[in-house]
């Protein structure tokens, strides 16, 4: 089975360019990001003409995720157990929950449990979204430990935008400056490595070192290669045994209206069959 994550930046806007992508690329399951639209709004039609079935949680212009697969889903599970809300102004004093964002959803497929996630991206270090994004992953990983520790030796594969650049090889943007910038705080660092505790790992790095998955859309960054890797496939144990082969496909961010993101994907050995397609390189 091949899976991959993608932060598409607007499904309206790229829908074309997402499709020809899944079809020449023989994806089987793909996790979006940053859909930025409601269910009535997300282009089914082309999704569905290529052989797609798709599940999605969006709820205005902003944020959404969505999982596009040609193989049945079950357990459709709309954001995970524990996840934080947020608004701005909102008092954690109040005795209300604040309203959860779309940024998570989850389905099995096969007997991998897939989640297209998207963490919050932190706006400042001192802004409240920081906090939200730190409570959001914490949350994360203690939901993953539960899973695992009623799955042992389960599929599970957390895939999507984590807005943190673990390692400062993974952060080749100039204008984040360590002490001011997002991403690569140590707050940060230290809350993504809750999902390593978890007994999550990376599975692309092993099979792809460096290499970026972002870069903004000003001031050359793209040309100059001036990224950040951002955008993950974290498995447990059971998935990270079946990966077979791995790539993140930097080509997608070449050619008319990119997204600022490209496709991470790896490819899947079932426990007891071998994948009979070409390795991928």
Known sequence: MRIATWNVNSIRTRHGRVVDWLVNADVDVLAMQEIKCTPAQFPLEPFEAAGYEVVLHGLNQWNGVAIASRLPMTDIEIGFSGQPGFAKGHDPDSGQDAPLEARAIGATVDDVRLWSLYVPNGRGLD???????????????????????????????????????????????????????????????????????????????????????????????????????????????????????????????????????????????????????????
């Open 127 to 281: 802004d409240p979204h920081m906090d939200y994004k730190l409570r959001f992953l914490r949350a994360l990983a203690d939901d993953s430990a539960r899973w695992l520790g009623a799955n042992p030796g389960g599929a599970l594969a957390l895939m999507g935008d984590f807005n943190v650049a673990p390692t400062d090889a993974d952060m080749g943007d100039p204008s984040f400056v360590p002490g001011l910038s997002t991403h690569i705080s140590p707050a940060e660092r230290e809350a993504f490595a809750t999902l390593e505790q978890a007994g999550l790992t990376d599975v692309v790095r092993p099979l792809v070192p460096t290499g970026y998955t972002f870069w903004d859309y000003k001031q050359l960054r793209f040309p100059r290669d001036e990224g950040m890797r951002i955008d993950f496939i974290l498995g447990s144990p059971g998935l990270a045994d079946r990966v077979a082969d791995a790539r993140i496909e930097r080509e997608q961010r070449k050619g008319d209206a990119p997204s600022d993101h490209v496709p991470v994907l790896v490819d899947l050995v079932g426990d007891d069959d071998d994948d009979d397609r070409p390795m991928i390189f």
